[in-house]
């Protein structure tokens, strides 16, 4: 036999390989697109969603066909599944290496110890800044180390601590969110000082009976300049966690609701009211134990443009892609919240969140994702008046499927159902929105949202997984 004949059966094979391939990968999605039309019609039919609407949108990663899709244009609240649209959107236009910097400094002139200005604190939006989740960003870590460089300049008295919010929208909350949600811990709004994720515990004690009144025994961190009371009462043992917080703007809070009979230790958390004053009020007692001290007459802080401003020192954060990690994986709203204000701070120097969201749908727009389909209010989702398509989430997670920080993202993402996917709930709202590689080695890419359904949240999940076993 030639070698030119044996090359040419070598060639034969080959083709007819990748022909059987090629046609082995038709025929299963087909097959998929076959399946998923039979359970996504059944799932239509479900009791659960007499009222409701759900959306499908699926494609093959390689190849971009889709493979199913069933009101894939259609607005619907997103939940938490928003937080991949933000992630994508801050990787691109902030660096997978970005870093927020929160800086300290003083005005006036040091004389003999005495600082005849303030401290000053310039930030720039940092979530992470007394957050638990770093060990090199935890509370006691940054007030030491802010200790440090003011003792080392040599101040031991000063007239107050100044922040600088120049720049910075001064509302907290983005438009939509629920009386409801804001005063509890996933209800924390993102500012240009953030501190301890601005989340606070309170730790509550119950009585034998039941109806019987709950008392407040601490708060942790310690709540600066503001309380609160609790009208909550003891109910049967197994209910659960049915406590929230409300704080109107400028007042106490109350805690209404109920948490189990006979707990001593019960543990619920809340937003901060006022993050900038817990920050300060925590900064000053930390130099005081050091023998730094304020001036009686001098503000625990004033918000302020910096002026003639002498630094000492710089707190930096993690980097974007360890932040993302903690945003996707334990869902953290005040993260979406302060990546969207974040992106309008650096792009034009205004820390809003609508500037915010009106760059995140310009640079959408210019990737062919229609800004109808972007209907946004905030960065994380919370809100019920968010409206996004699933197309538009999918066209987003195979754009970021192509990017050089990819596998930082996909790392990010919690698993569910055995899949790599972003989760989200919120009233009568339920989504999933992902990734997922079949046991034949096609990876597909898929939004699954869920608007006005009755009954258990726990059983339309388990129906929701049953559509999606179809991609294993």
Same mark, same amino acid.
């Given at each position: 036999?030639?070698?030119?004949?044996?090359?040419?059966?070598?060639?034969?094979?080959?083709?007819?390989?990748?022909?059987?391939?090629?046609?082995?990968?038709?025929?299963?999605?087909?097959?998929?697109?076959?399946?998923?039309?039979?359970?996504?019609?059944?799932?239509?039919? !479900?009791? #659960?969603?007499? /009222?409701?609407? %759900?959306?499908?949108?699926?494609?093959?990663?390689?190849?971009?066909?889709?493979?199913?899709?069933?009101?894939?244009?259609?607005?619907?609240?997103?939940?938490?599944?928003?937080?991949?649209?933000?992630?994508?959107?801050?990787?691109?236009?902030?660096?997978?290496?970005?870093?927020?910097?929160?800086?300290? $400094?003083?005005?006036?002139?040091?004389?003999?110890?005495?600082?005849?200005?303030?401290?000053?604190?310039r930030p720039s939006g940092d979530p992470t800044l007394g *957050?638990?989740?770093?060990?090199?960003?935890?509370?006691?870590?940054?007030?030491?180390r802010i200790g440090d460089a003011v003792q080392k300049w040599?101040?031991?008295?000063?007239?107050?601590?100044?922040?600088?919010?120049?720049?910075? /929208?001064?509302?907290?909350?983005?438009?939509?969110?629920?009386?409801?949600?804001?005063?509890?811990?996933?209800?924390?709004?993102?500012?240009?000082?953030?501190?301890?994720?601005?989340?606070?515990?309170?730790?509550?004690?119950?009585?034998?009976?039941?109806?019987?009144?709950?008392?407040?025994?601490?708060?942790?961190?310690?709540?600066? @300049?503001?309380?609160?009371?609790?009208?909550?009462?003891?109910?049967?043992?197994g209910t659960g966690d049915n406590a929230y917080i409300y704080?109107?703007?400028?007042?106490?809070?109350?805690?209404? $609701?109920?948490?189990?009979?006979?707990?001593?230790?019960?543990?619920?958390?809340?937003?901060?009211?006022?993050?900038?004053?817990?920050?300060?009020? %925590?900064?000053?007692?930390?130099?005081?134990?050091?023998?730094?001290?304020?001036?009686?007459?001098?503000?625990?802080?004033?918000?302020?443009?910096?002026?003639?401003?002498?630094?000492?020192?710089?707190?930096?954060?993690?980097?974007?892609?360890?932040?993302?990690?903690?945003?996707?994986?334990?869902?953290?709203?005040?993260?979406?919240?302060?990546?969207?204000?974040?992106?309008?701070?650096?792009?034009?120097?205004?820390?809003?969140?609508?500037?915010?969201?009106?760059?995140?749908?310009?640079?959408?727009?210019?990737?062919?994702?229609?800004?109808?389909?972007? /209907?946004?209010? !905030?960065? *994380?989702?919370?809100?019920?008046?968010?409206?996004?398509?699933?197309? %538009?989430?999918?066209?987003?997670? @195979?754009?970021? @499927?192509?990017?050089?920080?990819?596998? $930082?993202?996909?790392?990010?993402?919690?698993?569910?159902? $055995?899949?790599?996917?972003?989760?989200?709930?919120?009233?009568?709202?339920?989504?999933?929105?992902?990734?997922?590689? *079949?046991?034949?080695?096609?990876?597909?890419?898929?939004?699954?949202?869920?608007?006005?359904?009755?009954?258990?949240?726990?059983?339309?999940? #388990?129906?929701?997984?049953?559509?999606?076993?179809?991609?294993?």
């Open positions: 036999m030639s070698a030119n004949f044996s090359a040419m059966l070598l060639r034969m094979k080959t083709i007819n390989l990748l022909f059987l391939l090629a046609l082995s990968i038709t025929v299963h999605a087909q097959s998929v697109s076959t399946r998923l039309t039979n359970a996504f019609s059944q799932f239509e039919q !479900d009791p #659960q969603m007499v /009222n409701g609407i %759900a959306s499908l949108y699926v494609v093959e990663a390689k190849s971009g066909k889709v493979v199913f899709e069933r009101n894939g244009k259609i607005g619907l609240a997103p939940a938490s599944t928003q937080k991949i649209i933000t992630s994508v959107t801050a990787y691109e236009l902030l660096g997978k290496e970005f870093r927020y910097k929160t800086e300290v $400094g003083y005005t006036g002139t040091i004389s003999n110890g005495a600082l005849n200005g303030t401290l000053l604190i *957050s638990w989740r770093w060990t090199g960003t935890k509370e006691e870590e940054v007030l030491k040599g101040i031991k008295q000063y007239n107050g601590i100044a922040i600088d919010v120049e720049g910075w /929208n001064s509302e907290s909350i983005p438009d939509g969110w629920i009386w409801g949600d804001i005063g509890n811990y996933y209800g924390a709004g993102a500012e240009a000082l953030n501190w301890h994720e601005n989340q606070y515990d309170v730790q509550l004690r119950s009585g034998a009976a039941i109806g019987s009144p709950v008392s407040i025994v601490a708060t942790k961190p310690q709540l600066y @300049q503001y309380h609160l009371r609790s009208e909550l009462k003891a109910a049967a043992k704080f109107a703007p400028g007042a106490d809070g109350v805690i209404r $609701g109920t948490i189990p009979v006979d707990e001593k230790s019960f543990t619920i958390s809340g937003a901060m009211p006022s993050p900038k004053l817990q920050f300060a009020s %925590a900064l000053e007692k930390a130099l005081t134990e050091r023998g730094i001290k304020k001036n009686e007459s001098g503000s625990v802080f004033v918000e302020s443009e910096a002026g003639n401003v002498q630094f000492i020192h710089i707190e930096y954060s993690p980097s974007l892609d360890s932040i993302i990690y903690w945003f996707n994986k334990k869902s953290i709203n005040l993260y979406g919240e302060a990546l969207i204000k974040t992106i309008a701070y650096q792009k034009k120097s205004k820390g809003d969140t609508e500037e915010g969201i009106s760059i995140l749908k310009d640079f959408w727009k210019g990737k062919a994702v229609p800004v109808t389909e972007l /209907n946004m209010v !905030d960065g *994380s989702g919370l809100s019920p008046a968010n409206r996004v398509t699933t197309k %538009a989430q999918v066209t987003i997670l @195979q754009y970021a @499927q192509k990017q050089p920080w990819y596998q $930082g993202f996909y790392y990010a993402l919690p698993e569910f159902n $055995g899949m790599k996917m972003k989760s989200g709930t919120i009233g009568n709202v339920k989504g999933f929105a992902g990734y997922h590689t *079949s046991k034949e080695g096609v990876t597909y890419i898929y939004s699954f949202l869920v608007n006005n359904y009755n009954g258990s949240a726990t059983a339309l999940v #388990q129906k929701m997984y049953k559509v999606l076993d179809h991609l294993k």
